[in-house]
């Protein structure tokens, strides 16, 4: 069985950090990409950050400077370091898997069911 497990959502001041984890569980092979996404109250999803095999990156211009998207391969992990967060960043948070291998087949993309963050002034 093959689940995105994510954790480190809240409620944090403005100002203040979390970080957020998402594993990939089950016997993985590899994966070709992972990344971040938000969905805000009336807002359409949006890619907050992404980060491929070949280790490059991409960030929403709105987070630029205060996350940081990194990967553990040896743990089919993804982490979203936030810094300096801010009322707008309140959001659902998605992460997102594309292309996992595993025993099973491939799996061109998997969602984790999201976590609240929210940020209070």
């Known amino acids: 069985q093959v689940q995105l497990v994510e954790s480190g959502g809240g409620l944090v001041q403005a100002g203040g950090s979390l970080r957020l984890s998402c594993v990939v569980s089950?016997?993985?092979?590899?994966?070709?990409?992972m990344g971040w996404y938000r969905q805000a109250p009336g807002k359409q999803r949006e890619l907050v950050a992404a980060?491929?095999?070949?280790?490059?990156?991409n960030y929403a211009d709105s987070v630029k400077g205060r996350f940081t998207i990194s990967r553990d391969n040896a743990k089919n992990t993804v982490y979203l370091q936030m810094n300096s967060l801010k009322p707008e960043d309140t959001a659902v948070y998605y992460c997102?898997?594309?292309?996992?291998?595993?025993?099973?087949?491939?799996?061109?993309?998997?969602w984790g069911q999201g976590t609240q963050v929210t940020v209070s002034s």
């Open positions: 980060l491929t095999s070949s280790a490059s990156t």
């Open positions: 089950g016997s993985i092979f590899g994966i070709n990409a």
């Open positions: 997102a898997a594309d292309q996992v291998r595993t025993v099973q087949g491939i799996y061109p993309r998997l």
